[in-house]
């Protein structure tokens, strides 16, 4: 299965990728867990260690191998580079690995190059389409709202989107945001988890104002789950209350979407 997972800043997005990277991998599933957000917190929440963390280069940022590998010079724009580089090695070569689970943190392309067809955008864009389209295991895409990393090239190689989201106006209007973006790409199937819930209400709330959004589950408000990101733990580890959310939400997904 492979899904992206995308919300509002701070809805814990980054929360459920990892701790449902974790669920799956327990099931003697490999996957690749995919760190697409700026913020770049998948790592600490899958329970690699801050040491680890560090000492990975995101492939955005990596000068030489991005000239190595498109003939061109990173941030250099409106040049002449490759415009299908070799990107299926990747994967094995920079990623964290541990057990059947790998992180792979793609970075972002430079705010200067935003929207232009530049180097780092053709090696993370094909990239994302060989690991969504040719590659076997399960894949775990945490992104940011905007999708700005995603073109139909792509989504053609996911199963589902899912959105978190919050008891909160602004976070369901991302919601249907997402959804819209996502149908433009191609994707239909769009899921909503409802995150943060500390009352019947806010599951009321959330349910009422979705337009037609389905929704996987519920994962209640904990301090510790808080205290745990803190403390750069995964939740994986800590809260079994949390895991077992997960595993209905995972559950709730392949009935929706029919896998086994």
């Known amino acids: 299965m492979k899904i992206a997972i995308s919300g509002k800043g701070g809805v814990g997005k980054t929360t459920l990728a990892g701790t449902l990277a974790r669920v799956i991998a327990a099931t003697g599933h490999k996957v690749l867990a ?3 957000d700026p913020d770049a917190n998948l790592g600490s929440a899958l329970g690699f ?3 680890e963390v560090e000492k990975v280069t995101p492939v955005a940022e990596m000068t030489d191998f991005i000239q190595e590998r498109t003939g061109s010079t990173k941030g250099s724009y409106g040049g002449t580079f490759k ?9 094995e070569r920079f990623s964290l690995n541990r057990d ?13 190059g935003g929207g232009c067809y530049c180097p780092e ?85 959330i349910t009422e104002n979705l337009e037609g959004l389905k929704i996987l589950g519920f994962l209640d408000y ?39």
């Open 83 to 91: 415009l299908n580089p070799k990107v299926d090695d990747i994967p």
């Open 49 to 51: 260690s801050l040491e």
């Open 121 to 205: 955008s053709v090696i993370l864009k094909f990239l994302l389409r060989h690991i969504l389209i040719q590659r076997d295991e399960s894949i775990i895409l945490d992104m940011e709202a905007g999708l700005e990393h995603l073109g139909r090239g792509a989504t053609r190689g996911i199963d589902a989107f899912i959105v978190v989201v919050e008891p909160g106006s602004r976070s369901l209007k991302t919601a249907r945001q997402i959804k819209k973006l996502a149908a433009d790409l191609g994707v239909n199937q769009v899921y909503v988890v409802g995150n943060k819930i500390t009352a019947a209400n806010d599951k009321e709330f």
């Open 34 to 36: 995919i760190d697409a």
């Open 222 to 260: 904990d301090q510790e789950i808080v205290t745990a990101d803190r403390n750069d733990q995964a939740p994986f580890e800590i809260n079994q209350k949390m895991v077992e959310g997960v595993k209905t939400i995972y559950a709730n997904l392949q009935k929706e979407l029919s896998v086994t």
């Open 100 to 112: 059947n689970l790998k992180l792979l943190v793609m970075g972002t392309i430079p705010e200067g």
